[in-house]
């Protein structure tokens, strides 16, 4: 799999760009967790037309985070301070979203992820008008991870991202 992920919706409205450092870090994160979802917060910037979200780093679980089998709960404890650092540094980044693994080989979102995202899109706090969530599911015979995201517009249903392979990126 490319070492950046592409995505955009089929209504053109909303695109996403992982780069590389946070992509890796989620798939070490995914294969340590073996057969326990774990998860974290999406950080980034939007681009100067805010048509695109470029996600610059995943964080890890906070400490007060609760993973099981089949869930994952997201904590909180100190994800505050380390985004008021991302906001305050020369190159101003910021929540753009979360990410998560699904120990399965399908990828797909429970109504427990769908209902957290609607949450953090409705919740002034996140200052996050289109949150996008990100769920990778365990590679089969060492394979690629399969991989889908989604973006939730305010007061809108959400949108998975198609992505775009080499041909529309020129």
């Not at 610059?56 to 997201?74: G, I, K």
């Not at 540094?89 to 929540?95: A, H, I, P, S």
Request: with cysteine.
């Amino acid at each position: 799999m490319s070492r950046k992920l592409h995505w955009i919706t089929p209504c053109g409205r909303y695109a996403a760009r992982l780069i590389e450092t946070p992509w890796e870090y989620m798939q070490r994160e995914c294969a340590a967790a073996g057969a326990i979802e774990t998860g974290g917060v999406l950080v980034g910037h939007y681009t100067g037309d805010e048509s695109t979200a470029i996600i610059t780093e995943a964080l890890p679980p906070p400490s007060d985070s609760v993973r099981r089998c089949t869930w994952f709960h997201r904590g909180v404890s100190g994800l505050r301070g380390l985004l008021a650092t991302r906001w305050r540094n020369e190159r101003r980044t910021y929540y753009v979203g979360e990410w998560h693994y699904h120990p399965a080989s399908i990828v797909e979102p429970s109504s427990d992820d769908l209902a957290q995202m609607y949450s953090v899109n409705s919740d002034p706090r996140y200052h996050c008008r289109e949150p996008i969530m990100v769920i990778i599911g365990r590679a089969q015979n060492g394979g690629d991870r399969p991989v889908r995201a989604f973006v939730f517009p305010h007061g809108e249903e959400h949108l998975e991202f198609e992505r775009l392979d080499s041909e529309r990126l020129r």
